[in-house]
C-alpha cells in the first residue's frame, strides 16, 4: 500500500481535477457533432450569450431588466418590442445558397460578454427572410421582416 503525505495527496487530487477538466471540454469532440450542425441549422444568436441591444441604425431595442424598450420611443408596445427581442434570441436558421442581399436591413446585435457587436443583414424573400452573417446567407422559414424589425422601421 502507498501511503501519501498531505503534500503528496494534494498533488493527486489536483492532477485529477485537471484530467477530469480536459476529459468534460473535450467531451462534444468524442461523440462526433450533432444532427442538426451537419444539415446547417444554426440558431441565429447563440443560446448561452444574453441579448443586451438590438441596434437598427437610429433606434435600439435595449434590456431593461427583465424587460425591454425602445430608444427612442416608437409606437410599439411593450409586448410587440419583447417579441421581437425574443425570436432573435430563439430562431434557428438555414444556410442557404450564395445570393447577394440587394438593399438589407442592416441589424446589430450586441450580446451580453463581447465587444463588438454582430452585424446582420435581412432581406424579405417572399414569406420566408434571408439573413447575412459574415459572408454567409441564411433562411429564416416562414417569417417575415415584420417578426424582426418594429413595424415603423420598415
Same mark, same amino acid.
Given at each position: ?39 446547417? @441549422?444554426? +440558431?441565429? %444568436? ?5 441579448? $443586451? ?6 433606434? /435600439? ?8 424598450? @425602445?430608444? +427612442?420611443? %416608437? ?5 410587440? $418590442? ?6 432573435? /434570441? ?65
Amino acid at each position: 500500500m502507498i501511503r501519501l503525505g498531505q503534500k503528496g495527496a494534494n498533488n493527486v487530487l489536483i492532477f485529477s481535477m485537471i484530467i477530469l477538466i480536459v476529459l468534460f471540454s473535450r467531451m462534444d469532440r468524442l461523440f462526433g457533432p450533432d444532427q442538426e450542425s451537419i444539415q446547417g @441549422i444554426v +440558431p441565429l %444568436l447563440p443560446q448561452d450569450s444574453p441579448l $443586451i441591444t438590438l441596434d437598427f441604425g437610429q433606434h /435600439q431595442i435595449q434590456r431593461i431588466g427583465k424587460g425591454w424598450r @425602445i430608444k +427612442p420611443g %416608437l409606437s410599439d408596445s411593450e409586448q410587440d $418590442i419583447a417579441d421581437i427581442a425574443h425570436r432573435w /434570441q430563439t430562431t434557428e436558421m438555414i444556410l442557404y445558397s450564395q445570393v447577394t442581399l440587394t438593399e438589407p436591413y442592416v441589424v446589430v446585435a450586441w450580446l451580453a460578454g463581447e465587444d463588438k457587436g454582430r452585424v446582420f443583414k435581412l432581406m424579405s424573400f417572399g414569406t420566408d427572410l434571408l439573413v447575412e452573417y459574415q459572408q454567409q446567407v441564411y433562411l429564416i422559414a416562414e417569417q417575415p421582416l415584420s417578426s424582426f424589425i418594429p413595424q415603423e422601421l420598415h
